[in-house]
């Protein structure tokens, strides 16, 4: 860890220009696609006077071209303004923070599901590979990788909500209900149980067949071999020595995945009306609001980096020999 100023240095400016390069790129797909704001609120006002459809696009700046809109977005970043919201008459800063904590209830909760089951799975089928259980396991995650997340949404909300009435068909919360907040606390719990587990299901497949990997790749080390021939019992040389080891891709993977998950977080937010930045983002696209829709990317890509940087260092503080720099 000595070397960690220059390593954090380094990996925020590729982090800076990474996310610059995203700006420039849906920036341009969006302002290359026909129709804008203006253009929407032109169609559900039923008509619009010429003169009025030029005043708005000088005041929301889309008369100016195309370079220069973009130079003044960037200039307004560096100032922490991600624009405006027209359609929600909201800075689009805010409405951001205000989704933001049901996104992060979504990806935690998702996270802790996916990883935990996926490494209990992993485990399970590396110590009984070859076997019935092994074979099990595979063919579960692989239905379970394999299976839209979408439709196994919906076919979620058919069973558990509708034909067996036992959680919520979407929402965050109860509407109109009166609860302190021990309550409060469990009805978003009740509520977080179909889109978390919706959307951890793919994921835990991953993780699954990732450990079991590990593990089997381990075992076959020889500092396993050693541990085996002092007569070690089987257990201890799992949790003991091959765990700790095989986990270490895990949590590459933990980091890399959280694009995956903000993606996947659309369509689970969307099916669950869920009110987060995935929500905002797939409303923001029909209501071609370009502001917001562009801040939700720059902010969803600013909170991959800053975790990707956060994984590498957790990575190395689990395993000594690596070395940030």
């Known amino acids: 860890m000595k070397?960690?100023?220059?390593?954090?240095?380094?990996?925020?400016?590729?982090?800076?220009?990474?996310?610059?390069a995203i700006i420039v790129l849906n920036f341009m797909i969006l302002h290359l696609a026909p129709g804008d704001t203006v253009d929407?609120?032109?169609?559900?006002?039923?008509?619009?006077?010429?003169?009025?459809?030029?005043q708005l696009r000088a005041e929301f700046g889309?008369?100016?071209?195309?370079?220069?809109?973009?130079?003044?977005?960037?200039?307004?970043?560096a100032q922490f303004d991600l624009g405006y919201s027209y359609r929600n008459a909201t800075p689009v800063l805010d409405l951001i923070l205000d989704r933001l904590p049901a996104t992060l209830i979504l990806m935690l909760t998702t996270i802790l599901i996916a990883f935990t089951s996926g490494l209990l799975l992993g485990v399970v089928a590396?110590?009984?590979?070859n076997t019935w259980t092994d074979d099990l396991i595979s063919v579960l995650a692989l239905l379970c990788y394999a299976t839209p997340l979408f439709w196994?949404?919906?076919?979620?909300?058919?069973?558990?909500?509708?034909?067996?009435?036992?959680?919520?068909?979407?929402?965050?919360?109860?509407?109109?209900?009166?609860?302190?907040?021990?309550?409060?606390?469990?009805?978003?719990?009740?509520?977080?149980?179909?889109?978390?587990?919706?959307?951890?299901?793919?994921?835990m497949a991953i993780y699954t067949r990732l450990m079991r990997?590990?593990?089997?790749?381990?075992?076959?080390?020889?500092?396993?071999r050693t541990?085996?021939?002092?007569?070690?019992?089987?257990?201890?040389?799992?949790?003991?020595?091959?765990?700790?080891?095989?986990?270490?891709?895990?949590?590459?993977?933990?980091?890399?995945?959280?694009?995956?998950?903000?993606g996947g977080a659309v369509m689970v937010?969307?099916?669950?009306?869920w009110p987060g930045l995935g929500r905002l983002a797939f409303d923001a696209v029909f209501q071609r609001d370009y502001n917001l829709l562009l801040g939700t990317v720059i902010f969803a890509s600013a909170l991959v980096v800053l975790i990707n940087i956060a994984t590498d260092l957790f990575y190395a503080v689990l395993d000594p020999r690596i070395e940030v720099a």
């Open 62 to 77: 889309l008369d100016q071209p195309l370079y220069v809109q973009l130079g003044q977005y960037f200039l307004n970043i």
């Open 40 to 54: 929407l609120l032109a169609g559900e006002f039923g008509a619009g006077d010429p003169e009025y459809l030029a």
């Open 3 to 20: 070397n960690l100023a220059p390593y954090l240095a380094r990996r925020i400016g590729q982090g800076l220009i990474t996310i610059a």
């Open 126 to 129: 590396a110590r009984r590979v």
């Open 269 to 273: 937010e969307t099916v669950f009306n």
């Open 227 to 262: 541990a085996r021939s002092k007569g070690l019992r089987r257990g201890r040389i799992a949790f003991g020595h091959v765990l700790p080891n095989a986990i270490l891709p895990m949590v590459t993977m933990l980091g890399v995945q959280v694009g995956t998950l903000l």
């Open 152 to 203: 196994l949404g919906l076919m979620g909300i058919v069973l558990f909500s509708v034909k067996l009435g036992l959680l919520p068909t979407g929402g965050m919360y109860t509407i109109g209900g009166r609860f302190n907040v021990w309550q409060s606390t469990l009805d978003v719990m009740w509520h977080l149980i179909l889109p978390a587990c919706t959307l951890a299901v793919y994921h």
């Open 213 to 224: 990997a590990s593990m089997l790749e381990v075992y076959n080390l020889d500092f396993i």
